[in-house]
């Protein structure tokens, strides 16, 4: 049984960092793809960043480029999302999902076929 387990979410003021974790278990994590994704209130969830089985490929959302940074360990069967600079439009439940086994990293969620329960961060401004 598959299970990805969020933790590091909270209350932060606006300009602090966050870093996101993401405890994988019930699969050979280095033979999935990673991705962190969102969900603000009212809006559609969305792709925040992704990589690659052996972090090969990594792509950003263009609203966190330069200022998050996605990242795994393959030994410890994590992925990470640090958040720097965060702002107010960063609130949102975050949500990290793994690929189907081999599968390429995507912006699509359609190709994550895992997905953990969430965790919120909300940024106040």
């Known amino acids: 049984q598959v299970q990805l387990v969020e933790s590091g979410g909270g209350l932060v003021q606006a300009g602090a960092s966050l870093r996101l974790s993401c405890a994988a278990s019930?699969?050979?994590?280095?033979?999935?793809?990673m991705g962190w994704f969102r969900k603000a209130p009212g809006k559609e969830r969305e792709v925040v960043a992704v990589i690659s089985w052996i972090a090969s490929t990594i792509d950003y959302a263009d609203s966190v480029k330069d200022r998050f940074a996605i990242s795994r360990d393959n030994a410890e069967n994590t992925v990470y999302l640090q958040m720097n600079s965060l702002k107010s439009a960063d609130t949102a439940v975050y949500f990290c999902?793994?690929?189907?086994?081999?599968?390429?990293?995507?912006?699509?969620?359609?190709?994550?076929?895992?997905w953990g329960q969430g965790t919120q961060v909300t940024v106040s401004s």
């Open positions: 019930g699969l050979t994590f280095r033979r999935h793809s």
């Open positions: 999902a793994a690929s189907r086994s081999l599968g390429a990293s995507s912006r699509l969620q359609t190709a994550y076929a895992y």
